[in-house]
């Protein structure tokens, strides 16, 4: 921490000092602090300040004295009570949802059913009608039919991570990936023991559940062969992260460490691996303009991994649109977006404004965090552009049609699916 040159290149590159200007928000900030006040004098004022970053990586990468601010920052959160900070309950309460996954089915269930019958009684500026969009009939579906597990006898083994949200929360996201990965040469399975990869609990310093979480993977995943694929970006990264979460426990490391060197990325995957079925449109009536939208994981301190933009460039029917100044943060941060409701809105709405301009038809990705916060964003905005994961991009029809959003929608600060949990549990 002592090392930092104080040189302010953390400062342009942080979403959230742009937003609020204020210098303790700022990685610099952030560890003059540290380093001039320590942790035993951690007011509420100081814990507020160190939850006030999306741990996107962007100030490491800029870096100087190359400072991994993230795991400074997550050391100094270990310290704090578990029940301190910015709405410190709905935080803890989400953790604990992902702490059994599967209970995010019973969520899906509650949510569509309270779309169904408020849908025409909510006053179109309510938050919770915004909420409610996550789960309505055209979010995050393509209209594909649902896919099992296709095995090929003989084939190599492919273990699939799916993550929490495409599990529990969105099947055609689930079935979609099926499809698309079911038309490789490889075995697909997936552990039924898997749980949560553990990113929530990391971030809010609970290096014990993050550590918990981590164990119960890489014993799932132990059984298995091949390459583990994962179809959600923040998993990725935090699958390869695991030998870090195991610094002190060097037993635990070496096998965390074998599991995360067989770790690969979905569009990377892919990019190695062309599907058998796979055809481009060489002469489309139209070609579909999408916007991919980069996951900070996938762009910030990681390897470059992302093959995205080739994916979707070999379907042939479509244009990438780009932003000028190039990514951006979408401001959901795992659990920021619960914290810091206001400032993560702001940044998702500057985002979005931005993106509109370029009329797209469809804005893509890979993080699960980010296909929600793009579909509140959207939704906020009263746009009719359609949010897709990649894999249900990469696997529709050339002339897949999008149906917008029935629901009446305006703009409107909404919080992300971690309130709707506190307020339907």
């Known amino acids: ?56 990586g962007a100030c490491s990468d800029v870096c100087s004295r190359q400072i991994d601010i993230s795991k400074e920052l997550v050391a100094a959160r270990s310290t704090f009570a578990s029940l301190s900070g910015p709405h410190a309950y709905e935080k803890f309460l989400a953790r604990k949802i992902l702490d059994s996954p ?7 269930f509650l949510a569509k059913t309270c779309g169904k019958v408020l849908s025409d009684k909510l006053l179109s500026g309510t938050g919770l009608r915004l909420r409610l969009s996550l789960f309505h009939e055209d979010a995050f579906s393509v209209g594909s039919e649902a896919r099992h597990l ?13 993550g929490c ?7 055609d996201i689930h079935s979609s990936c099926i499809s698309l990965l079911a038309d490789t040469s490889f075995s697909l399975e997936y552990p039924e023991s898997l749980a949560c990869c553990g990113l929530a609990d990391w971030a809010a310093g609970d290096l014990e559940g993050a550590r918990k979480n981590a164990r119960t993977n890489v ?7 091949g390459p583990i694929m994962v179809s959600c970006a923040s998993c990725y990264a935090h699958l390869k992260k695991y030998p870090e979460v195991f610094a002190k426990d060097s037993n635990w490391q ?52 992302d093959r995205a933009r080739q994916q979707l460039t070999k379907k042939g029917n479509i244009e990438i649109l780009e932003l000028p100044g190039g990514p951006r943060c979408c401001g959901q941060g795992g659990l920021f977006h619960v914290a810091h409701p206001e400032i993560s809105a702001s940044i998702r709405d500057e985002l979005v404004k931005d993106v509109l301009a370029l009329q797209p038809d469809v804005v893509t990705s890979t993080c699960s965090g980010c296909l929600m916060q793009w579909q509140q964003g959207l939704a906020a905005a009263g746009s009719r552009v359609k949010i897709l994961h990649l894999a249900q991009l990469l696997g529709a029809c050339p002339r897949m049609p999008f149906c917008p959003n029935s629901l009446e929608l305006s703009k409107n600060n909404a919080r992300n699916i971690s309130h709707m949990a506190a307020l339907i549990f």
């Not at 928000?25 to 814990?47: C, Y």
């Not at 599967?102 to 899906?108: C, M, N, P, T």
């Open 1 to 56: 921490m002592s090392t930092c040159a104080k040189c302010g290149a953390c400062a342009p590159v942080c979403p959230v000092f742009k937003i609020s200007g204020r210098e303790s928000h700022t990685a610099r900030g952030k560890l003059h602090l540290l380093v001039a006040l320590g942790l035993e004098k951690s007011s509420s004022n100081f814990i507020d300040i160190f939850s006030a970053c999306l741990l996107c």
């Open 102 to 108: 599967e209970r995010l089915a019973g969520l899906r």
């Open 150 to 162: 296709k095995t090929h006898p003989g084939g190599t083994s492919l273990t699939w991570f799916p």
């Open 165 to 171: 949200s495409t599990r529990y929360l969105f099947p």
């Open 219 to 225: 014993e799932a995943m132990e059984t298995t062969e």
């Open 254 to 305: 070496k096998r965390a460490a074998k599991m995360a060197s067989r770790v690969v990325e979905m569009s990377a995957f892919l990019e190695d691996h062309p599907r058998g079925s796979h055809k481009s449109v060489s002469n489309p009536e139209r070609k579909l303009r999408v916007f991919y939208h980069d996951p900070c994981h996938l762009r910030n301190g990681t390897e470059a991994v």
